[in-house]
């Protein structure tokens, strides 16, 4: 039997375990359970680090269980790599293994206050003001503010940095350290992808970076050490792949870049997950943007190996409208019908949808905006309004797109694209119509945990996947050609750009001092907090 890689691939709306063959990078079997978000707030986005380690335990046994069913022998994976949602911040007890928190998710707005206040004390209230070290933007997208957040309202977090007993970590950084033994042992790291995404990581010294800390009021003690993201971080200690060695670790956009081959400086790939995130490789060095991208850490294969960086274009809501209109407002049963309502409509017949829940973020960088739906006349029915959804993720597509292009005065000839909406065919078919450019699908469409699977089985000490040019497997795919002339396309998108500007600056925050008791902070709640609520809104 050929050498198999597996990979951990913890995501915001799901976790899965997936096998591949390291000689063909096959995908053998996998299985995937769904994560539950709360949202005990407006604009609160929270997930349980208990729910989401339970769930990476069954996605394992339960693939172990299909490969016995398929005469696989589970002694045949040789590593495993993890791969994550990014910016999702944990905070967790050192001696006990609990959380001290639910984990904040990177789509999280409770943060905005914190933003503003360190905008307005940056010089000339630049939000771009730690940009030349991080290349971020000041945003509540980022980890160090979500932390600032836990340490300035959950008691329990304070007391535990204090007894010198709290651990900070994004996703990976949780995975890792139970995976290997939690409070017996376990090991605290990430990789600098992941590290690049906290506003803490310094993207040229490639380091932690003292200033940012202060600057941030973070304690440095509290950091998992900062590791490449192909090498043998530790093994497992339990289950049914107990000493198998966990061997890559890269943030989820990172690893579909990596999955799809993107190695060569100048090419790029966008994944439509709960997000839509388009990164192109820029080499080994970092491109600063002008046009509202954001300079990253694709990838460092290797302790000796070069880092190598991107250009990103980020937004929050792609796969999140169509659950959005499925659990929220019951326009669907199931996420595969949006596709047949949209088109029986064909259309969005004028109606354009502006799916800012959590404010926009590349090419704006607008926390304030919000969700918008406009061009309504008494013919709009759920059919239009579903294209419309489908239409606003090919628009913020285009979007960034752009931006990327302008940055890199190389324009980009056809687009690579992966992540679950791309089995939407028609999805597919309006991306390329509304960039005028063919979308390139590869049939097999989990290339996010592909890329942490070849990160893991090309690290030394394991080195059953070969990462050199000549010897990647070859991938097959499937191409959209635009239908529709360029004047149309034009012409739609402009009216996007008409509905963004009426989704701007609509919410804003002013300090709470009516007389309804909401200027109170509010204590207890399941994790003890001590959380002063969102400011009253004002509606322009």
């Not at 976790?15 to 299985?31: D, G, P, S, Y």
């Not at 809501?317 to 309502?341: F, P, T, Y």
């Not at 088109?343 to 959590?358: H, L």
């Amino acid at each position: 039997m050929e050498p198999l890689v597996a990979a951990i691939d913890q995501g915001t709306s799901s976790t899965r375990f997936l096998v591949f063959n390291a000689k063909t990078a096959e995908l053998i079997c996998h299985h995937q359970v769904e994560i539950n978000q709360s949202f005990p707030k407006e604009g609160w986005v929270e997930e349980d680090p208990r729910e989401i380690m339970q769930s990476v335990y069954e996605c394992m046994e339960r693939t172990c269980e299909k490969l016995c069913q398929l005469n696989i022998n589970v002694s045949n994976i040789k590593a495993v790599g993890v791969t994550n949602q990014r910016e999702t911040t944990l905070v967790w007890d050192k001696e006990t293994g609990e959380p001290l928190y639910n984990a904040i998710v990177w789509l999280d707005l409770r943060t905005q206050s914190t933003v503003e206040r360190l905008i307005n004390k940056a010089p000339g209230r630049n939000k771009n003001h730690l940009k030349h070290k991080t290349g971020l933007p000041i945003s509540t997208y980022f980890s160090a503010v979500k932390l600032r957040w836990l340490l300035d309202n959950v008691d329990g977090i304070q007391e535990a940095v204090l007894n010198e007993r709290a651990m900070f970590g994004t996703v990976d950084s949780w995975i890792i350290w139970c995976l290997t033994g939690g409070r017996n042992g376990g090991v605290h790291c990430t990789d600098m992808s992941n590290a690049s995404r906290t506003m803490l990581f310094n993207i040229h010294t490639m380091d932690w970076d003292p200033e940012l800390c202060r600057y941030f009021d973070i304690p440095m003690e509290i950091l998992p050490k900062v590791r490449s993201s192909s090498e043998i971080y530790g093994w497992m200690k339990s289950g049914s792949l107990a000493g198998i060695p966990i061997s890559g670790c890269l943030g989820d956009q990172s690893a579909a870049l990596v999955g799809q081959m993107c190695f060569q400086e100048g090419q790029a790939k966008n994944t439509y997950g709960t997000g839509c995130f388009l990164l192109r490789n820029t080499g080994t060095k970092p491109v600063m943007s002008e046009h509202g991208l954001l300079t990253t850490v694709a990838y460092k294969l290797g302790k000796d190996e070069p880092a190598c960086y991107a250009l990103e274009g980020s937004v929050a809501i792609a796969g999140a409208v169509v659950r959005w209109l499925k659990d929220n407002m019951g326009i669907v049963q199931s996420s595969s019908e949006i596709e047949k309502l949209a088109a029986a409509a064909g259309t969005s017949y004028g109606c354009y949808f502006v799916p800012a829940f959590s404010g926009l973020y590349a090419p704006y960088w607008e926390p304030s905006a919000r969700g918008i739906i406009c061009g309504l006349t008494q013919f709009t029915n759920r059919n239009h309004l579903a294209f419309a959804a489908l239409e606003a993720v090919c628009f913020q597509t285009r979007e960034i797109l752009d931006a990327m292009n302008q940055d890199s005065g190389v324009p980009l000839t056809q687009l690579q694209v992966d992540g679950g909406m791309t089995s939407n065919r028609l999805l597919m078919q309006l991306q390329a119509d509304i960039l005028c450019m063919p979308v390139v699908r590869p049939t097999m469409s989990e290339t996010t945990a592909l890329g942490a699977a070849m990160a893991a089985g090309a690290a030394e000490g394991v080195r059953v996947w070969t990462l050199s040019p000549g010897q990647l497997p070859h991938v097959t795919s499937e191409k959209y050609e635009p239908q529709i002339n360029s004047d149309e396309s034009e012409f739609r998108f402009g009216r996007w750009k008409k509905a963004v500007q009426k989704a701007m600056n609509w919410e804003t925050t002013e300090p709470c001092c009516n007389g309804n008791g909401l200027g109170k902070k509010m204590t207890g709640g399941p994790w003890g907090v001590s959380a002063t609520p969102p400011p009253t809104r004002v509606d322009h």
